[in-house]
């Protein structure tokens, strides 16, 4: 009994990290070097000549857009220049959009604090209870991260094979309305955002993901073994 208590401790304060270096990994992701990652996409997908805008004016954009999802700007009233004539670059159902973007960020940052809190309880307990703090933590987190490696080469895998499809449903469960729909033709949100740039978005958080992943996953092994050495010793 007091190996379960102490293993389902463990397994709760590994998910709690996990859940952490996620929500991280997409913050990073997109706020981490904004400058040349977004300014790099837009030359790549050549949004400034299909939408009519110089890079500096989307860049600035890009800005105001991405503090308004950090909480930093109250509303998306942003003006700026398209095809040489000052205006509104947001319409009224882009920011509709947005504002679910924006609750979807701050979700995120909430889970990730609770996360944080159960984590550290469970930490808490753990050390309170039993001395070999280390390796408890340590072999929780090695299971856990296995079977969250398992499902996401498995999810990797299908998403892969059809990428719109996906990208569709992630919408379908995360929104409750149809204003992410937006037209190429009416909405320049979209032409900024083309769905490459959420491809190539996403491998950059996997990227950042399984590299802290793998720094913890290492780190775990080495205390296992090391504790295994101490024992036969």
Known sequence: MNSIIKYTLSA?????????????????????DMERYFKNEYVKYNVAENISMDINDIMYVTYE??????????????????DGEEREFFNER??????DVKNLFTAGKNLRIFAFVIGVISLSIIAFKYKNIKTILSKGF??????????????????????????TIFHEIFFNNDLWLLNPKTDLLINIVPEPFFIDTAIRIAVIF??????????????????RKRRIL
Request: net charge negative.
């Open 94 to 99: 882009e920011k509709q959009h947005m504002i």
């Open 142 to 167: 090695v299971s856990v991260s296995t079977v969250i490696i398992c499902i996401s080469i498995i999810l990797i895998c299908i998403i892969q094979t059809d990428f719109t499809k996906y990208f």
């Open 65 to 82: 857009m991405m503090d308004y999802l950090d909480n930093k700007r109250e509303d998306l009233v942003v003006y700026t220049y398209v």
């Open 210 to 227: 399984g590299l802290m992943m793998a720094v913890c996953f290492i780190l775990s092994v080495v205390i296992i073994l090391i504790d």
């Open 12 to 32: 709760v304060f590994s998910i709690c990290l996990f859940i952490i270096i996620l929500i991280s990994s997409v913050q990073i992701a997109v706020y981490w």
